[in-house]
């Protein structure tokens, strides 16, 4: 049985509370805090470009490294889908403080973006993320992509001054650059750009961190975000390979335009894509 999760919100940095004991050092350990220290890697693109906000959460979860090859279950691992949320100036703050126990073994620890509920005895290898597909302003952008990373060999002795954790976006990203002579406005453009014929379930090994998407069910339309300032249109896509055809509409002073693909485009995890689309030579009356 698969796990279903629908994706609510963005995150990437966290900080909390978790303590470490090796058996020469217990007195030490008991007395210090030491945080964990995500970041997102700078070799791939994002859709939070001013940083992360208040209400930002991110999931952890916490096992036994020399078993990960065959860990599925959240209920097997020492911590299991921890959920640690940004409150702004203040910082990071988790529901729950951890505390380094005398851990017989060497940890491996998972984290991914954005938070969500589980019932924690299902197969963390094979599971559910719904795309949404309505990205159409910026907060439902931020809350449709998907960030995950790993740390291993996490003894007290390696990371006691914080635990990294490395983030990597796991979907794929399009944008669309529209040109003009004159300003496109939001008017023109607002809720008028879609991108067609997309799958938009992915499955995510929360383990390795792949993904791929359930053919399964019909190709759907996505409800692009536009942004007037910088005249382009935004969306997460889960990545796939997409056909030959008609694949963005949108919509320019009451007229319908489409965008086909010449050749098939195979959008890979972590990338941009990024299509421009000229008025300039055709003018729309």
């Not at 030490?28 to 700078?42: G, N, Q, R």
């Amino acid at each position: 049985m698969k796990t279903v999760i629908y994706l609510q919100t963005l995150i990437v940095i966290l900080s909390f509370l978790f303590h470490s004991c090796s058996s020469e050092e217990v007195d030490k350990c008991d007395k210090e805090i030491i945080t964990f220290l995500p970041a997102v890697s700078v070799s791939t693109r994002s859709t939070m470009e001013r940083g992360f906000e208040e209400g930002d959460k991110i999931g952890i979860f916490l096992f036994d490294q020399n078993k990960a090859a065959k860990w599925k279950y959240g209920s097997e691992c020492w911590v299991s889908n921890i959920p640690v949320e940004y409150n702004g100036s203040v910082g990071w703050d988790s529901e729950m403080q951890l505390y380094w126990q005398k851990v017989p073994y060497t940890l491996m620890g998972i984290g991914y973006y954005p938070y969500a509920s589980s019932t924690l005895d299902k197969d963390f290898t094979n599971v559910y993320f719904q795309l949404p597909n309505d990205q159409s302003n910026r907060k439902l952008l931020r809350q449709s992509d998907f960030l995950w990373a790993s740390t291993t060999d996490i003894i007290y002795e390696k990371y006691n001054g914080g635990i990294p954790l490395l983030f990597n976006h796991l979907f794929s990203k399009l944008t669309v650059s529209f040109i003009n002579t004159t300003s496109i406005t939001n008017s023109d453009m607002k809720n008028g750009v879609q991108v067609t014929n997309v799958y938009n379930r992915a499955i995510v090994n929360l383990v390795t961190g792949e993904v791929s998407y359930e053919s399964s069910i019909s190709p759907q339309v996505i409800q692009m975000y536009y942004d007037e300032n910088r005249q382009t249109a935004e969306a997460i896509i889960i990545p796939q390979s997409v056909p030959v055809g008609q694949w963005i509409n949108f919509k320019y002073k009451g007229r319908f335009y489409h965008y086909q693909l010449q050749e098939p485009l195979i959008l890979e995890s972590g990338k941009e894509y990024k299509i421009t689309i000229r008025f300039i030579n055709c003018p729309i009356k």
